[in-house]
T-cell receptor, first 116, second 112 residues
């Protein structure tokens, strides 16, 4: 039973480069979430989708960040241009909708991003 | 704004004893609370949850208690095992709201 799959697991790139993080949610889940974890701010929600539609992107730090979900089984988080302060672990999570009662979010193993 | 707080960054207990992890929240609109466990280099794993209409939920060695009047919840692990050593995150969200807030985490170490 596959969980949430994220790629790459690690990414090291130079400042100014474009970074693309990928996520495959659990099949059948209609919500997808992108989180960022840093020492200073902990785990914070960046954006989430319902049925491939972005619902709340108020956590996206700035215009350099963008996220898409072209279909139910794939989402990307893109940073362009990247900066050293974007270094963090980025998690993707998915869940069934709250219309089916309280449902936990299930997380991928994250992408550790280092911007030099 | 820290709506979910875990004031103890770390906890150390002996194998076989009880581990109690605490969490406080400030938003009275929260009605669903969760605990996640996280090992290094892995994502958080859902452990147990509780709805605001309950004050206790038990699953094997894990029990979550909710005190709504105090805006406090706790996770009890008994008996604790070395494999329970991990970082535990408390999380909460409002009704029909997918914006989940996480605490900063508590690192539990269970000594053999």
């Amino acid at each position: 039973d596959a969980g949430v799959i994220q790629s790459p697991r690690h990414e090291v790139t130079e400042m100014g480069q474009e970074v693309t993080l990928r996520c495959k949610p659990i099949s059948g889940h209609d919500y997808l979430f992108w989180y960022r974890q840093t020492m200073m701010r902990g785990l914070e929600l960046l954006i989430y989708f319902n049925n491939n539609v972005p619902i709340d992107d108020s956590g996206m730090p700035e215009d350099r960040f963008s996220a898409k979900m072209p279909n139910a089984s794939f989402s990307t988080l893109k940073i362009q241009p990247s900066e050293p302060r974007d270094s963090a672990v980025y998690f993707c999570a998915s869940s069934l909708g709250t219309g089916r009662g309280n449902q936990p979010q299930h997380f991928g193993d994250g992408t550790r991003l280092s911007i030099l | 704004d820290q709506q979910v707080k875990q004031n103890s960054p770390s906890l150390s207990v002996q194998e076989g004893r009880i581990s109690i992890l605490n969490c406080d929240y400030t938003n009275s609109m929260f009605d669903y609370f969760l605990w996640y466990k996280k090992y290094p280099a892995e994502g958080p794993t859902f452990l147990i949850s509780i709805s605001s209409i309950k004050d206790k939920n038990e699953d094997g060695r894990f029990t979550v208690f909710l005190n709504k009047s105090a805006k406090h919840l706790s996770l009890h692990i008994v008996p604790s095992q070395p494999g329970d050593s991990a970082v535990y995150f408390c999380a909460a969200r409002g009704k029909n709201n997918n914006d989940m807030r996480f605490g900063a985490g508590t690192r539990l170490t269970v000594k053999p």
